[in-house]
């Protein structure tokens, strides 16, 4: 069965840190992934996506960049955080065209609180 | 659209009764429709989910009816529980290609009164 992980579940940093959140899929393969963000009480906010290793998509001008090293792996970083940067980061992962289309799996999730 | 900037409506439903939870579509063009729930602190989680062909969607306590006239969607819990306490956003697919670019919709908070 398909799992996903994400890392650290909860994180406080200075403005001004950098950043680097973790999520790792098992047990599927070249599955598309996403990072969300959602403020308090609020909706999801797609940040990036990627089809593939290496290939990734913006879907909003910020100070955070992300990566796909290898085929299960997205990482999320930033080289210096704002404050506006606090909320709970959600990965997920759905399958390729071909599959059942639409279904996204997310991840538990990251707090991050920037002081 | 983007769900970003507005703050949850509210839901409240007495345990027991039936919910129902609606969202409004931007996309005619989109071909399936998902609805997640999502408790605090955790991500959300899978549904129901119905294609553009259909109207309506049975699943187990929960019912999805879409109505494409007027790009309404709506989610009907029967005999809500206190575990149904969640908050719910339905999301949309244009069903294309190898993204499957999801959007979802601003959300709604579910308050089930004991």
């Known amino acids: 069965s398909q799992t996903i992980h994400q890392w650290p579940a909860t994180l406080v940093q200075p403005v001004g840190s950098p950043l680097s959140l973790e999520c790792t899929v098992e047990g599927t393969s070249n599955p598309n992934l996403y990072w969300y963000r959602q403020a308090a009480g609020r909706g999801l906010q797609l940040l990036f996506y990627?089809?593939?290793?290496?290939?990734i998509s913006s879907e909003v001008p910020q100070n955070l960049s992300a990566s796909r090293p290898q085929d299960r792996q997205f990482i999320l970083s930033s080289k210096k955080l704002l404050l506006s940067d606090s909320g709970f980061y959600l990965c997920a992962w759905s399958v390729l065209a071909g599959g059942p289309i639409g279904e996204q799996f997310f991840g538990p999730g990251t707090r991050l609180t920037v002081l | 659209g983007e769900s970003v900037g507005l703050h949850l409506p509210t839901l409240s439903v007495q345990e027991g009764d039936n919910s129902i939870i609606n969202c409004a579509y931007s996309?005619?063009?989109?071909?399936?429709f998902i609805w997640y729930k999502q408790e605090s602190g955790k991500g959300p989680q899978f549904i129901i989910d119905i294609r553009s062909n259909m109207d309506k969607r049975q699943g187990q306590r929960v019912t999805v009816l879409l109505n494409k006239t007027v790009k309404h969607l709506s989610l009907q819990i029967a005999a809500t529980q206190p575990g149904d306490s969640a908050v719910y956003f339905c999301a949309e697919n244009p069903g294309s290609g190898g993204y499957q670019k999801v959007t979802f919709g601003t959300g709604t908070k579910l308050q089930v009164i004991p």
């Open positions: 996309n005619s063009a989109s071909d399936y």
């Open positions: 990627s089809v593939g290793i290496g290939q």
